[in-house]
């Protein structure tokens, strides 16, 4: 027993001591060398940064252990990682604001040149087949494109106006060319006007073409307006969205990823991957566009299918000029027994002096002119409609690339070797947020809900937040505006007529194809026309009343029910229990 106790003294002095603890060891091995090169180089004032390791108990993010950070530097590096991350989220989206703003452009460009080239068009025809009518009333037609172009770029409401102006003062002009032994006085035009305007539609001196111009023309420019009010809106949404603040609690989370390690002084220690992702899902997520990305993309390509086919914009612009011609040959032909109804209902007319009697122009020649320009016009050649397939054959192709993405945005941001680890060193030391070491807590990713078990972020921190939910209900409100449009719906009239009583709408079939019968819209009542009190535009031209008395006979109101219901439903739904 004594031989062994003098052995164990002889070999306690050859035992290693146990050494500083882990502090001491820290501030031995690691320095603020590297941290000072790499902050000076970003042009951070060395007097600020400590030459060497100082306690950190001043930390407000960091570990409060050893570091190379003061709290002036600490606030710095915050605010700097911040726009770093930013700026990683508004570069990985920058293509997709570019292909939304270049559809946009494109559509738009092709609907404008395709209105533009049914204008000229017509002003080619009507002069070989009506020759002075049309060359007298230039300004008429013309004016029936300039509004149905104010529909298309500025209001949603006054495209049914301008058709029915338009017709009536059609009448106007042609009536008494039919007449020329008559005088018309302005009482008898508003007569006559009133008469077509009457609610059992009995007189119809243009025939079924009023009816089916309205029908095509409403309906693709509805669409086509929706469409590009759709585009316009995601891109604008999406651009918000990339440059959206972060969370103070997502800020804090971004400091521990990319700046804490220079504070601890080991800046070439790349965050670990997991770390990363768990900090982008519960950043990103929170103020992304999921889950209605996907319902708005399904009603884009769905109503650019419509425009293409049955609710071809370029086939309903071309037939602005082939029913308004079969409308005069219908007034013409059937001028006797017309005139007779009007004779009847609204008196005879002033026979005009014999020197002022006109002979009216021949039937035969009219007819046989349009028949031979009707064929031709009827076949659309233009290069805008000749690019639209491929237009819709474009976005289906980019859109389809990009139904992921703001799921697969936070593996794009992590990708970056400034955020995160290449993913070929997963297994080598990273940074934790705490030390170098191996990230072990799980990846939380998956629907929004999920988040609340994120290890780096609380909950308020990962929820959205107003601004999210405001651009959120933008892209749900142009996906219910597309859908709608696609099945022949203009909601923006519907909630118009809503909120001034008649509760109407319009509803057009999916089964027009141009040049056939179509089903018709739900009947309107009567909206005679006025006289302008200060003589309107010559001629005895009627003036319609006004458009916020014209469906309901008094004052409209001025807001829209409806979308003011949607907007509050879905308020409550998203501030709803988390």
Known sequence: MYALRSLLLLLLPLCPGPGPGPGIEAKVTRSCTETRQILGARGYSLSLLPPALISGEHLRICPQEYTCCSSEIEQKLTWETEATFRGLVEESGSFLVHTLAARHRRFDEVFREVLSSAEHSLSLLFPRSFGRLYAQHTSLFSGLFSRLRDYYERSGEGLDDALVDFWAQLLEKMFPLLHPQYIFSTDYLFCLTRLASSADDSLKPFGDSPRRLRLQITRALVAARAFIQGLETGRDVVSETLKMPLSEGCKRAVMRLTGCPLCRGVPSLPPCRGFCLNVAHGCIGSQGLDPDWGAYLDGLLFLAEKIQGPFSFELAAQSVGVKIAEGLMHLQENSVGLSAQVFQECGSPQPAPARARRAPAPREEVGRLWSAAAAEEERPTTAAGASLPRLVWELRERLGRVRGFWAGL?????????????????????????????????????????????????????????????????????????????????????????????????????????????????????????????????????????????????????????????????????????
């Open 410 to 578: 936070p593996l794009t941001v992590c990708g970056d070797p400034r955020v995160a680890a290449d993913l070929s060193q997963e297994a080598a030391p990273c940074w934790t947020g705490a030390g170098r070491g191996r990230y072990l807590s799980p990846v939380v990713g998956g629907p929004q809900a999920g988040q609340i078990d994120n290890p780096e972020l609380d909950a308020e921190a990962s929820s959205p937040d107003l601004q999210t939910r405001r651009r959120r209900l933008q892209l749900r409100a142009a996906t219910s505006r597309m859908k709608a449009a696609a099945l022949g719906r203009d909601l923006e009239l519907e909630d118009w007529e809503d909120a001034s009583g008649s509760g109407e709408g319009q509803h057009y079939a999916d089964d027009w194809m141009a040049g056939a019968a179509a089903v018709a819209p739900p009947a309107r009542p009567p909206r005679p026309p006025r006289r302008d009190g200060a003589g309107g535009r010559g001629g005895g031209v009627i003036i319609r009343h006004s458009q916020d008395k014209s469906r309901t006979g008094g004052t409209s109101v001025g807001f829209h029910t409806q979308p003011l219901l949607i907007l509050f439903l879905s308020a409550v739904a998203l501030l709803g229990p988390r």
